[in-house]
């Protein structure tokens, strides 16, 4: 089945210590989003790409940064994770921008120590 | 800014009950989102609305876009214990067409 996969499901990391995590898509969609999800509150958009294009929203730390490397894929770099960061993180896709639906993975809950 | 707020942010219910969660944009949409998360998991897509006092069903819920294109309602009859988890709204930012998402509004089934 055409889907969304996140890996991993769960991530343990050290305070400073840097973390990737992965996503991959079968949809063939243009758009890639990465969202980070707190306990209680609605997903908050970090950034997205449109084919190879990069948006990083206004307000994202720097110490998050993206890459994909092709349609497929798309990775989320946490250089120097701090407590904070602690949530779940959410990659989605689009065939096109937000005129139509997102597509979630099962999300990676990053835990930092 | 641009803002989507969404009430109530709980709703305790009896199964068997119906539940409804209110979206309200501070601007006008050109079109706006639902999702369901259910506990543990991710957002799910449910529906989209486009045009203007448009109405859609899916089996016991009813979705619908106001006159105005401003706010948004979801009502569920004799809510089943399968409802449970939060119910999202989410509409089109003016500046990159991005989703702002409303609070949410979560759908507790009471013992």
Redesign the interface.
């Known amino acids: 089945d055409a889907m969304v996969i996140q890996n991993p499901r769960y991530q343990v990391t050290q305070f400073g210590k840097p973390v990737t995590l992965s996503c991959s898509q079968t949809l063939n969609h243009n758009v890639m989003y990465w969202y980070q999800q707190k306990s209680s509150q609605a997903p908050k958009l970090l950034f997205h790409y449109y084919d190879k294009d990069f948006n990083n929203e206004a307000d994202t730390p720097d110490n998050f940064q993206s890459r994909r490397p092709n349609t497929s894929f798309c990775f989320l770099d946490i250089r120097s994770p701090g407590l904070g960061d602690a949530a779940m993180y959410l990659c989605a896709t689009s065939r096109e921008y937000a005129a139509k639906e997102q597509y979630f993975g099962p999300g990676t809950r990053l835990t930092v120590t | 800014g641009q803002q989507v707020m969404q009430i109530p942010q709980y709703q305790h219910v009896q199964e068997g009950e119906d539940f409804t969660t209110y979206c309200n944009s501070s601007t006008t949409l ?2 706006i ?1 639902w999702y369901k998360q259910r506990p543990g ?5 449910l529906i ?1 609305l486009v045009k203007s006092g448009e109405v859609k069903k899916q089996k016991r819920l009813t979705f619908q876009f106001g006159e105005a294109k401003k706010n948004s309602s979801l009502h569920i009859t004799a809510t089943q214990t399968t409802d449970v988890g939060t119910y ?1 709204c989410a ?3 003016d500046s ?4 702002i ?4 509004t ?1 759908l507790i089934i009471k013992p």
Request: proline share 9%.
């Open positions: 050109s079109n989102q998991g991710h957002p799910v897509f989209q999202f509409g089109p930012r990159n067409y991005q989703l998402w409303g609070a949410g979560k």
